[in-house]
């Protein structure tokens, strides 16, 4: 194959069927394969197809994480639908002769740029700087999951209960339960797989996504929230772990007065921002790598992104305290700047 990402060179498959023929005749009988992941559903999810595609191919399928998992929806999966699973930490890449990258790209990641990967399976817009032996991205995708179950289904595979629910749970995560991108793809995988599926178990999962002790987070978020124009900031301070950021962001993003919705918090060292819109003619992704991609990694969805800024890269302004009005201030000049980029095109129009 030789698939150069870089460069634009990568085959054009006419069909799912053609993918998986290309993508299996990657690996070997002998090969041992590390699927690396920032564990979230939709990545646990496909990494767990693809551990079920491989493993009667290869000697050998690892899936490890290089997150911390201590968001409950998330342990709760792993625990309910028995995922195996390892920390980057436990294993030595040089065990390995194929890595596999699911649901993010090299570049979303310090961990991940360090890493030839032979494959890389994603959903997110597409970035440059980097190759593959097989790529296969699709920004038009609301999951990852709807990928990997159409490999499954291009195999003749039939998905477990636990694999089936996974990827349900993979695809509803991310789509917001389908009020937000999705294709007729996600649809058809939903469908498709809704019948392998226990409802009782992805109940049990969803239901629960805060702890009693994180409660005092979401009252420091209401405390500290300001608005601006139609945009609602808060910044809770250091937090324990950033995905009670991404469970405040989700809840106050229902607010009805809210486009925009920016909540922050200091975790190890970081500025973590989770940015939420509605998508209609605002681009979260977008925003947060413009914003904010000169400082640390940002990026994301039309609807929803984040930012990880290094607390020394905001060396420059560090007299001023990290509080809400600290996080407003960052984003002033970019909405300034979208502002006076709008004014110049309706005036040449």
Not at 138 to 150: D, F, H, Q, V
Not at 174 to 203: A, G, P, W, Y
Not at 242 to 253: M, Q, W
Request: aromatic share 8%; net charge positive.
């Amino acid at each position: 194959m030789g698939s150069n990402h870089s460069n634009g060179r990568r085959p054009r498959f006419r069909s799912n069927r053609e993918r998986l023929k290309a993508l299996l005749s990657l690996f070997s009988r002998e090969d041992r394969v590390l699927i690396l992941i920032w564990a979230d559903p939709d990545a646990l999810a496909s990494a767990l197809a693809l551990r079920r595609l491989l493993a009667q191919r290869v000697s050998q399928v690892v899936i490890a994480h290089i997150n911390e998992i201590r968001r409950i929806n998330n342990q709760l999966m792993i625990k309910l639908l028995r995922i195996p699973l390892v920390k980057k930490s436990q294993v030595s890449l040089d065990d390995f002769t194929k890595k596999v990258l699911v649901d993010a790209q090299p570049t979303h990641n310090a961990t991940f740029k360090e890493i030839r990967f032979d494959v890389v399976i994603d959903h997110h817009p597409e970035t440059d700087g980097w190759e593959a032996d097989f790529v296969d991205i699709r920004p038009e995708y609301g999951a990852t999951s709807t990928i990997l179950s159409e490999y499954l289904r291009s195999a003749g595979i039939r998905p477990s209960v636990a694999l089936a629910t996974a990827l349900v749970y993979g695809i509803k995560t991310d789509t917001d339960n389908f009020e937000k991108h999705c294709s007729l793809q996600d649809v058809i995988c939903f469908h498709h797989l809704f019948k392998h599926m226990n409802r009782h178990l992805l109940h049990k999962i969803e239901s629960a996504d805060i702890r009693r002790s994180e409660l005092k987070y979401m009252k420091l978020a209401l405390e500290n929230m300001k608005f601006r124009k139609q945009r609602l900031f808060t910044h809770v301070g250091r937090v324990p772990n950033p995905d009670i950021l991404v469970v405040i962001a989700d809840f106050l993003n229902h607010v009805q007065e809210a486009g925009w919705v920016f909540v922050s918090g200091e975790y190890r060292q970081k500025l973590v921002i989770i940015i939420r819109c509605d998508g209609y003619r605002k681009d979260a992704g977008r925003l947060a790598s413009r914003a904010f991609g000169h400082l640390g990694f940002a990026g994301g969805h039309r609807e929803k992104a984040r930012a990880e800024i290094p607390l020394s890269n905001l060396n420059g302004n560090r007299n001023q305290p990290i509080d809400t009005l600290f996080i407003i201030r960052l984003l002033k000049k970019y909405f300034r700047d979208l502002r006076e980029a709008r004014r110049v095109r309706h005036a040449s129009l």
